[in-house]
């Protein structure tokens, strides 16, 4: 699904990513765990092309990422195939929960509006937010929004879905709401990277989990042989 | 010009003050002949701008200025004793300037019964009749031929503002005719031979000065009804206005006025005879203000209305260009993006009245002459855009990049994440600052009477001079433009305070 060759990257003078070589395949879930700066976020958003890198190749869903700037048109397949979810959430503040959740089916893939918004509500129902349809990002809770966020990852059907510190801004509790859609999705075969420096959430979710640090990958393997030590 | 954006509804309380200072000045005492003897030099006001045969810059002596009222401002101050000097001011304001730096206004002021209850009117100098111009080539060749409506409808025909030849205009209810004012008579030449407007009625001896420029008009019909010019001084100088009247009338006794006359071509024997026996002054006018206020106030409303419709017209206008400039400066092709940034300093770098002339006189010499209130529109849309797009260009700054992400993370391509996601939340956060724009713009639309668009600040300029009730009629339209700006006030405050519970 996912195969990351040589990935390298420089900011500023400072190595970001070095020489990272990662294989993500169908079904699977992949923690990437390891301190702040140490360039989880970076590898997860140079694989839908938010960043650019400098060498190495990313291969996802079957479309090719170079080195540098990438044209348009291969970026907006990358992502119909790569949904993301946010630290931030970043729900769309002038949309409702639902129309968040509709847009890009109805805009990016043509779908009529009352398809979308009918299957919209199906996918907030998925997260346990129906009833919140109407409701303003700015209303809901950080837990809230954040499942209104996966929902809408969801509404593209994406082959992956990259989490980038999904419970880092939210309180346990809210946490906890979270983590179960993302168990769920899991049990249901849906193929996730996850970046997350919390380890239970690592440790329940992922099937393979990589540690990287000062962007370089330092440990591989199953939760319970990297997350033990 | 745009120095009151900050606050939406100061505009009719500055409004008020300009004009209470107006009126002040005028209160204040003129000098009388022994001061006027003593500082040897009588202060005569005219308008060089009004142009030929009566005050006008001289071709062979630039710096100088020349015209037969030049020459017969001279007489009188010799005939008074002393030298004359000249000071220039806008001719439909020239009387308020009488007791300021003023003595005297000699500049084809016409004898009309108002202007006497708010100055002397000495006896006349001259007798003009009114002319109608029109394009050789057009169909106008009477003023008759007015009565019915032309091939485009209405006849669109200029006159002077403020002027014998445009009341006449507008009395004429019988005329199939739009009154178009003018702030020069050269201009409603020019616009008659460009074709934006049909015809231009002025006094004969304008036209007849102007006739070998404007080769392509002719002077359509006879000259026709017409009255007196008179010299304009304060009512507190009653010794300076009978010298001035027995200076007029040694003139004219002696022959001197004939020899003057003839020298500018103006005139033969009858003008004489005219003015040897025009010493009688018609009475004052003296209306109450209620009905003054009755008569005056379908034209308020009416030109209230033209504020209201340029305003509304040419700021969605201003708005739609200026956040296409301010998308096309943050997110278009590269080699656009200092172009729009050019525009945007030039626009804004330069007044709208400019903008204005530019649109409405320049553009007709190379082929495209707008109607009056198209370029209204245009330049006022055009000026806008400029600060809109600034506004706009910070707005979309101010949504937070995590939104772009989102919506190009989803597959969308950059314009459907701008038209769906940042545009919509950047329109809001401008929301305020915008609506405080839109109150600008109702202000400045009155620069664009100088382009012959009658709107509310024009019109009350004309009937408060030309009717002597500056501060009553001053009230009432400080009410006219508060009943405009304060809905939006309200409107923007309510943006604000939405934001507020939002945030």
């Keep these: 699904m996912i195969a990351v060759t040589g990935l390298t990257k420089a900011r500023g003078g400072v190595t970001a990513l070095a020489d990272v070589d990662l294989e993500v395949r169908p079904g699977e879930v992949t923690a990437i765990v390891g301190p702040s700066g140490s360039g989880k976020s970076t590898l997860l958003r140079c694989v839908n092309g938010l960043e650019t890198f400098d060498a190495g190749s990313v291969c996802i869903a079957g479309h090719q990422l170079a080195p540098g700037p990438q044209p348009p048109r291969l970026l907006e397949r990358v992502r119909r195939d790569a949904g993301m979810v946010f630290q931030q959430f970043n729900l769309f503040a002038n949309l409702s929960a639902v129309d968040n959740v509709a847009l890009a089916p109805r805009v990016v893939a043509g779908m009529a509006t009352e398809e979308a918004r009918r299957r919209a509500i199906g996918l907030l129902d998925r997260v346990g937010l129906a009833s919140f349809a109407a409701a303003r990002p700015g209303t809901l809770s950080g837990g809230q929004q954040q499942r209104v966020a996966i929902a809408r990852a969801l509404a593209m059907e994406p082959k992956v879905i990259l989490f980038d510190e999904p419970t880092s801004a939210l309180d346990p509790a809210m946490s906890e709401e979270v983590l179960e859609v993302i168990v769920d999705l899991a049990r249901g075969g849906q193929t996730m990277v996850v970046v997350t420096h919390d380890h239970a959430l690592a440790r329940r979710t992922a099937t393979q989990v990589v540690e990287l640090i000062a962007g370089r990958i330092t440990r591989l393997g199953p939760p319970a042989a990297v997350l033990a030590g | ?503």
């Design chain 2, 1 to 503: 010009m745009r120095d009151m954006r900050k606050s939406g509804t100061i505009s009719p309380v500055a409004f008020l003050a300009t004009v209470a200072l107006t009126f002040a000045a005028v209160q204040t005492r003129a000098a009388e002949l022994d001061e006027v003897r003593a500082r040897g030099m009588l202060v005569w006001a005219a308008d060089q701008e009004g142009g030929g045969p009566h005050v006008f810059p001289d071709a062979d002596a630039p710096g100088q200025l020349t015209g037969f009222e030049v020459e017969l401002a001279g007489m009188i101050a010799a005939e008074l004793g002393v030298k004359a000097r000249f000071q220039q001011g806008q001719w439909d304001r020239l009387p308020l300037l009488l007791g300021r730096s003023v003595d005297c206004v000699i500049n084809g002021i016409e004898l009309l019964p108002e202007r006497k209850r708010d100055y002397r009117c000495s006896r006349p100098y001259y007798a003009y009749a009114l002319q109608l111009v029109a394009r050789r080539d057009g169909p106008i060749d009477d003023l008759e031929k007015l009565g019915a409506p032309g091939p485009g409808g209405r006849w669109r025909v200029g006159a002077l503002t403020g002027s014998a030849a445009e009341a006449l205009l507008r009395s004429r209810h019988d005329l199939e005719v739009d009154v178009i004012g003018y702030d020069g008579t050269i201009d409603s030449l020019e616009q008659v031979q460009s074709g934006v407007i049909d015809a231009a009625l002025m006094d004969d001896c304008i036209f007849n000065f102007y006739a070998d420029r404007f080769a392509e008009l002719r002077a359509a019909g006879r000259p026709f009804g017409g009255g007196y010019y008179t010299v304009l001084t304060a009512h507190d100088t009653p010794r300076l206005a009978v010298a001035i009247d027995e200076a007029i009338g040694r003139i004219v006794a002696d022959g001197r006025l004939k020899t003057l006359y003839d020298r500018w071509d103006l005139a033969g024997r009858q003008q004489v005879l005219a003015l040897r026996d025009a010493a009688e002054i018609p009475a004052a006018d003296r209306r109450s203000f209620a009905r003054l206020a009755a008569e005056a106030m379908p034209m308020l409303l009416a030109s209230a209305g033209m504020t209201v419709l340029l305003a509304c017209l040419a700021f969605p206008l201003a708005v739609v260009v200026g956040l296409g400039i301010a998308l096309g400066r943050l997110h278009g092709p590269p080699a656009l993006q200092p172009l729009l940034a050019a525009y945007v300093e030039v626009v804004r770098g330069t007044p709208l009245m400019l903008q204005l002339y530019a649109i409405f006189f320049l553009l007709p010499k190379v082929g495209l002459a707008l109607p009056a209130l198209v370029a209204a529109i245009a330049g006022l849309a055009l000026n806008y855009s400029a600060y809109e797009s600034e506004i706009y260009r910070a707005g979309l700054k101010a949504v937070p990049t995590g939104q772009l992400e989102a919506a190009l993370a989803l597959g969308m391509t950059k314009w459907q994440a701008l038209r769906h996601v940042i545009v919509p939340q950047a329109v809001r956060l401008v929301m305020p600052p915008v609506t405080n724009d839109f109150i600008a713009m109702f202000k400045d639309t009155s620069v664009c009477s100088a382009i012959t668009v009658i709107e509310l600040t024009k019109r009350y300029s004309v009937l408060a001079l030309s009717t002597g009730r500056i501060v009553e009629l001053a009230v009432v339209t400080a009410l006219l433009y508060l009943a405009m700006s304060w809905p939006l006030s309200i409107l923007s405050r309510r943006f604000e305070s939405r934001q507020e519970r939002a945030a």
